[in-house]
C-alpha cells in the first residue's frame, strides 16, 4: 500500500465492520420484535 | 381551575387566571400574547432567585477560564470572546429548564392549548419572556466579563450587540428543545445534547462578531448573520415549539 | 394515482410483507457492488499521482459519509411525513434509519481522520466536512436520546418527528456557518483534504460503492422496518398470518 497501510486497512476493517454490524443488529433487532409478538399472541392478544 | 401541586404557584393569585382570561373570552392572539407574556414576567420576578441563577453561573464559568490558562490580559483576549459566548450558551442552557417546566406542572400549558389561540403565539410570548429574564441580563452582564477577560472598553458595544442578539437566537432555538424534552424526568443533560447542535451556527456567528469587535474590526458582517438566525428562529421556532408542545398533551 | 395505491403504503401488514419480499433484491445486488468495487478500488486502480495509495481511503470514506447525509434525510422525510398525514408505517422508517445513519457517521469521523493522519499530519481536523460530520453525529445522537427518554410509542414517534424535521432545516445552517468559520482561518501550507484527481479507473469503483451502500441501506432499513411495525401493532389478526403462527 505505499506505506499508507497502517491508514488504508483499518478504515476498510473499520467500515465494513459497521457496515456487518448493522446486519446483525438489524436481524438480531426483527428477531425480538417476532419474539415478543409471538409472546403477545400465544397470551391471547386480541384483536384492537 | 385546574389542580395546583406546586403551593407556592397555588398562592399565586394570578396563577392559571390569566390563561383562562386569555381562553376564549374574544380576546385577540395579541392581546392573549400580551398576558401570556405579563403572566411569566410577573410570576418569574417573585422568584429573584432563581433569575439570578443562570446570572451567577455566567459570572463563575468566566472566572474559570483565567484561572485554568492564565492571569495575563493579554493572554485572555485572545480566547476572550470565544469563552464569553461559551459562559453565555451554557448559562442560556441552564435558564432553559425554567421556560415551560412550571406551566407544564400546574396544567396552564394544557389550558394555553385549549384556549383556542394559536399555540404558537403564545410559544412567542413565553420565549420572549424568557430572553427578557435571562439573555438581556446576559447581555447587560457581559462587558464587566469582557473587561475582566482583557478585551478593550472599545469593544463593548460589539460585545453586547453581538451578545443581545444572539441570546434572542438561543431562547428561541432553546424553547424547542424545551418543549421537547418536556415530561421528561432529569432531562438536562439531553436538552444541552439536544440545543447545542442547533445553537452552533449562533455561536460561530456570535463569537466571531464579538472577537472582531475585541480586535477593533468592523463586526457588522456576522451580526448581520446573527440577527439572519435570530429573524429565522422568530419565523420557524414557535411553530416547532408548538408542535411539541402539543405532541407532549395528547 | 391511485390513491389506493397510497393507501396501501401507510397499511403496516402490506408494507411489513413487501418488505419481506423486498429484502433480498437490495441485499445481494448491494453485496455484489460493493464486492466488486472493492476489487476495483484495491486492484484495479492505480494509485494517486499526490497521494500514493493513501487516496484508497475514499472508498470507505465517501461512501460513509453519503450514508450519514442521505439516512438522515430519509429519516426526517419519513418523520416528517409521518406527523404531517399520521402514518405510523412512516415513523417505523424514521426510527429504523438512526441506528444506521449514526454508526455510519462514525465510521465516516474514523475514516476521514485516518485519512487526515498521513495527509495532514494530525488525527484530527477542523475543516468544514469534518466538523459537519462531527455535529450531525451529535444530531443523531441527541434524536436516538430523545426517542429512548421517551416510554410511550407514539408520543416518542410524534416528539422526534419534530426534532427530525428541526434537524434538517439545521443541517445546511450548520454546514454553512461550519465552512464559513473555517474559511476565516486559512490553515498554513498543510494539504488540505481534497479529493485527488480522478480518473475513469478511480472514478467508476467510488460510484459502484456509492450506489452498492445505498442499496445496502435499503435493505437493512427494510429488515429493521418489520421489526418496528411488529412493535407499533397490537392487532393480532394479519401477525398471527404474517408470522406464520
Given at each position: 500500500m505505499g506505506g499508507y497501510a497502517a491508514f488504508v486497512w483499518p478504515a476498510y476493517a473499520v467500515t465494513l465492520t459497521v457496515a456487518v454490524l448493522n446486519v446483525v443488529w438489524a436481524r438480531r433487532s426483527l428477531a425480538q420484535a417476532v419474539e415478543a409478538a409471538r409472546r403477545r399472541l400465544a397470551a391471547g392478544g386480541g384483536d384492537s | 381551575m385546574p389542580e395546583l401541586p406546586n403551593p407556592e404557584l397555588a398562592a399565586a393569585p394570578t396563577a392559571g387566571m390569566n390563561g383562562a382570561r386569555a381562553a376564549?373570552?374574544?380576546?385577540?392572539v395579541l392581546e392573549a400574547a400580551r398576558l401570556v407574556l405579563q403572566r411569566d414576567l410577573t410570576l418569574a420576578f417573585r422568584r429573584r432567585g432563581q433569575l439570578v441563577q443562570p446570572l451567577a453561573f455566567f459570572a463563575i464559568v468566566t472566572t474559570l477560564f483565567p484561572l485554568a490558562i492564565s492571569p495575563e490580559l493579554a493572554r485572555l483576549r485572545e480566547v476572550a470572546a470565544g469563552v464569553l459566548w461559551v459562559a453565555a450558551l451554557l448559562a442560556s442552557l441552564l435558564a432553559l429548564e425554567f421556560l415551560f417546566r412550571d406551566d407544564a406542572h400546574d396544567g396552564t400549558l394544557e389550558q394555553y392549548a385549549l384556549s383556542g389561540q394559536p399555540l404558537t403565539g403564545l410559544m412567542f410570548a413565553k420565549t420572549a419572556a424568557h430572553w427578557l429574564l435571562t439573555g438581556l441580563p446576559l447581555a447587560l452582564m457581559a462587558p464587566l466579563a469582557a473587561l475582566s477577560l482583557?478585551?478593550?472598553?472599545?469593544s463593548i458595544p460589539g460585545i453586547v450587540a453581538s451578545v443581545a442578539i444572539g441570546t434572542i437566537a438561543l431562547s428561541l432555538i432553546g424553547s424547542i428543545g424545551a418543549a421537547l424534552t418536556l415530561g421528561i424526568r432529569r432531562s438536562g443533560v439531553l436538552l444541552a445534547l439536544l440545543t447545542l447542535p442547533l445553537s452552533l451556527p449562533v455561536l460561530i456567528f456570535g463569537a466571531r462578531a464579538s472577537e472582531l469587535a475585541i480586535h477593533g474590526a468592523p463586526y457588522v458582517a456576522p451580526l448581520e448573520l446573527l440577527a439572519a438566525l435570530a429573524v429565522l428562529g422568530v419565523t420557524l421556532a414557535p411553530l416547532a415549539a408548538a408542535a411539541a408542545v402539543r405532541v407532549s398533551l395528547e | 394515482m391511485s390513491w389506493t395505491w397510497f393507501h396501501r403504503l401507510g397499511s403496516p401488514p402490506y408494507i411489513y410483507r413487501l418488505a419481506q419480499r423486498l429484502t433480498p433484491w437490495f441485499a445481494w445486488p448491494a453485496g455484489a457492488l460493493i464486492i466488486a468495487a472493492l476489487y476495483g478500488g484495491l486492484v484495479l486502480a492505480p494509485p494517486d499521482y499526490l497521494q500514493g495509495d493513501g487516496f484508497r481511503i475514499i472508498y470507505m470514506h465517501a461512501p460513509s459519509a453519503w450514508m450519514s447525509l442521505m439516512v438522515y434525510t430519509t429519516m426526517a422525510v419519513a418523520a416528517a411525513v409521518g406527523l404531517i398525514w399520521r402514518i405510523k408505517v412512516a415513523h417505523a422508517v424514521a426510527a429504523s434509519c438512526a441506528p444506521v445513519g449514526a454508526s455510519f457517521t462514525l465510521a465516516a469521523l474514523v475514516t476521514g481522520s485516518l485519512w487526515g493522519e498521513p495527509m495532514w499530519g494530525t488525527w484530527w481536523e477542523w475543516d468544514p466536512r469534518l466538523t459537519s460530520e462531527l455535529i450531525l453525529f451529535f444530531l443523531y445522537l441527541g434524536y436516538m436520546g430523545l426517542r429512548g427518554a421517551i416510554e410511550d410509542t407514539q408520543r416518542a414517534d410524534r416528539t422526534s418527528a419534530v426534532l427530525a424535521v428541526v434537524g434538517v432545516v439545521n443541517v445546511p445552517i450548520i454546514h454553512y456557518s461550519v465552512s464559513w468559520w473555517n474559511s476565516l482561518h486559512q490553515a498554513p501550507s498543510v494539504m488540505r483534504l481534497g479529493k485527488p484527481a480522478l480518473s475513469t479507473t478511480m472514478l467508476a469503483p467510488l460510484l459502484m460503492m456509492l450506489l452498492g451502500f445505498t442499496l445496502f441501506f435499503v435493505a437493512v432499513l427494510l429488515v429493521r422496518l418489520r421489526g418496528e411495525i411488529l412493535n407499533r401493532e397490537r392487532s393480532a389478526s394479519w401477525i398471527r398470518e404474517a408470522l406464520g403462527t
Open positions: - | 376564549g373570552e374574544g380576546a385577540t482583557g478585551a478593550p472598553s472599545a | -
